[in-house]
Nanobody
Framework: VQLQASGGGLVQAGGSLRLSCAGS????????MGWFRQAPGKAREFVAT????????YYTDSVKGRFTIARDNAKNTLYLQMNNLKSGDTAVYYC?????????????????WGQGTQVTVSS
């Protein structure tokens, strides 16, 4: 599956953004999907993951209550709604897909990656 992330931009602290990740291919619904982010000089870190059906989600502690991951399998699209953004959320955000079933939090568990979209939060 090929992934294309979009929706990043510059936003003030406390603001919101919604990222999208469009997937190609007819098997998008079969994949566990995730969002990761990488800030300058730091390793890529897990943000959120969602099961193939969308019924189960998991978040890293720093975004719980602020971010929501969702998917629309009919549209082959993954979303990340980000509210109450903080300067620490500034990073390049990547979507990823895995054929493994489960709530996957390690980047090595994902096979397919989007190109990334920049999110910058100004304080």
């Amino acid at each position: 599956v090929q992934l294309q992330a979009s929706g990043g931009g510059l936003v003030q602290a406390g603001g919101s953004l919604r990222l999208s990740c469009a997937g190609s291919g007819r098997t998008f619904s079969a994949y566990t999907m995730g969002w990761f982010r990488q800030a300058p000089g730091k390793a890529r870190e897990f943000v959120a993951t969602i099961s193939w059906s969308g019924s189960t989600t998991y978040y890293t502690d720093s975004v719980k209550g602020r971010f929501t991951i969702a998917r629309d399998n009919a549209k082959n699209t993954l979303y990340l709604q980000m509210n109450n953004l903080k300067s620490g959320d500034t990073a390049v955000y990547y979507c990823a897909a895995s054929g493994v079933v489960g709530l996957l939090r390690k980047k090595d568990e994902y096979v397919y990656w989007g190109q990334g979209t920049q999110v910058t939060v100004s304080s």
